[in-house]
């Protein structure tokens, strides 16, 4: 299966701040997704990250919160814009690679821990 | 439409013990159904999928889930449960007739194997 890495693993920062998280994958996918975990709770999904255009965003999310950017099928970057602690979560890039479109298992990083004070 | 439930948040068994985390579902169609792990401070791993054929299917660690449709159940299993085998469980399921390759996720259930 595909290795994705994710930059930072953890990260505190001030409110009002943003913060860029890099997804890297070690071979090309598909699609990229990027989901929100915050604590004590299941994973929500921000939007699909689509590669060479604007990403998908999920009901509940914005571009301006969060811009993503995909300019190749290796990487993404997600930005929590001007955070406020309720953005303290737990951020996971997740992909499904080319040879199993057709059922859709997802793969994960290691996902971005963030805590905003 | 496809949705998830786990009904439990947390299941506790003794090591050596056989374990059973539970995950129910609804789809239009037939289901395309997964089980993922996170342990602490890490991402989720993917543990099986059930697609078709089999209804009892193997996957990683020794962990194995049965699909049952006519109860629309997907229930992990384990014959012998470790302490290593504590962590937060995600049942995960995807309708391929609706067009996405979106699954849900249910809320996860914490299992804490004591030694």
């Known amino acids: 299966s595909a290795v994705i890495s994710q930059k930072p693993s953890r990260d505190i920062c001030q409110r009002g701040t943003s913060l860029t998280i890099q997804c890297q994958v070690d071979s090309q996918v598909t699609m990229m997704f990027w989901y929100r975990q915050q604590p004590g709770q299941s994973l929500t999904l921000i939007a699909t990250a689509n590669q060479g255009s604007e990403a998908t965003y999920e009901s509940g999310f914005v571009i301006d919160k969060f811009p993503i950017s995909r300019p190749n099928l290796t990487f993404s970057t997600l930005t929590v814009s001007n955070m406020s602690p309720e953005d303290s979560s737990i951020y996971l890039c997740?992909?499904?690679?080319?040879?199993?479109?057709?059922?859709?298992?997802?793969?994960f990083g290691e996902g971005s821990r963030l805590t905003v004070l | 439409a496809q949705s998830v439930a786990q009904p439990e948040d947390q299941v506790n068994v003794a090591e050596g013990n056989p374990l059973t985390v539970k995950c129910t579902y609804s789809v239009s169609g037939n289901p395309y159904l997964f089980w993922y792990v996170q342990y602490p401070n890490r991402g989720l791993q993917f543990l099986l999928k059930y697609i078709t054929g089999d209804n009892l299917v193997k996957g990683s660690y020794g962990f194995e889930a049965e699909f049952n449709k006519s109860q629309t159940s997907f229930h992990l299993k384990k014959p012998s449960a470790l302490v290593s085998d504590s962590a937060l469980y995600f049942c995960a399921v995807r309708d391929p007739s609706g067009g996405s390759y979106i699954p849900t996720f249910g809320r996860g259930t914490s299992l804490i194997v004591h030694p």
């Open positions: 997740s992909v499904v690679e080319q040879g199993v479109v057709g059922t859709g298992e997802l793969f």
